[in-house]
């Protein structure tokens, strides 16, 4: 089972930002996110499709629907430039990651 | 606070063995199954293995199947990885990480720990 990700997004400041993740039946799985900025280890900022830990801001949102789900991130600010990997459990191969796709804010 | 603290990374020769282990504090350990994921230098993350609270249930992803092993002890609250035959492809950071939410295909991983640097390298 493979999860698909963009290599790469950029947005400018203050846009929404979308990352789209792609799977088959993906749709039909629950999917976490994570950051990860340079140096550091991945941070949840997404899990059970769209819940946000307390700790994230509003901005970040996620949704599903069919074989992509997608992490959407408003009013992108320069802090939120970083790495950001999908997860989702598949009975077959387990625990998988996406590839990841890195947020460039310029 | 819930923290993960990995050790036992290093340099080692192709073929060697290494012993990865993670403390637990914060939490009670002996309710959330565990996790190794890695992080090749300049890559993404690939998950590792799995082991559940009472060691009932223990995944390995194919890339490492038959050559590491999960383990953990509850008392201690520690999990440990067991990795032989080690290969070049193995270099990466290994990061321990807390699985959370139950069912599998419900859970999530928080937090993750800083990592662990193994370097296998003739």
């Known amino acids: 089972y493979e999860l698909t990700q963009p290599p790469s997004v950029s947005v400018s400041p203050g846009q929404t930002a979308r990352i789209i993740c792609s799977g088959e039946k993906l749709g039909e799985k629950y999917t976490s996110w994570y950051q990860q900025k340079p140096g550091r280890s991945p941070l949840l900022v997404i899990y059970q499709d769209n819940k946000r830990p307390s700790r994230v801001p509003e901005r970040f949102s996620a949704s599903n629907s069919g074989d992509t789900v997608t992490l959407t991130i408003s009013g992108t600010q320069a802090t939120d430039e970083a790495d950001y990997y999908c997860?989702?459990?598949?009975?077959?191969?387990?625990?998988?990651f996406g590839g990841g796709t890195k947020l460039t804010v310029l | 606070e819930v923290q993960l603290v990995e050790s036992g990374g290093g340099l080692v020769k192709p073929g060697g063995s290494l012993r990865l282990s993670c403390a637990a504090s914060?939490?009670?350990?002996?309710?959330?199954?565990m996790n190794w994921v890695r992080q090749a230098p300049g890559k993404g993350l690939e998950w590792v293995s799995s082991i559940s609270v009472n060691r009932s249930y223990i995944y390995y992803a194919k890339s490492v199947k038959g050559r590491f092993t999960i383990s953990r002890d509850n008392a201690k609250n520690s999990v440990d990885l067991q990795m032989n035959s080690l290969r070049a492809e193995d270099t990466a950071l290994y990061y321990c990480?807390?699985?959370?939410?139950?069912?599998?295909?419900?859970?999530?991983?928080?937090?993750w720990g800083q990592g662990t640097l193994v370097t296998v390298s003739s």
């Open positions: 997860q989702a459990w598949d009975n077959s191969a387990f625990w998988v």
């Open positions: 914060g939490f009670d350990f002996s309710t959330y199954g």
């Open positions: 990480v807390r699985e959370v939410g139950g069912l599998k295909k419900y859970s999530w991983f928080d937090p």
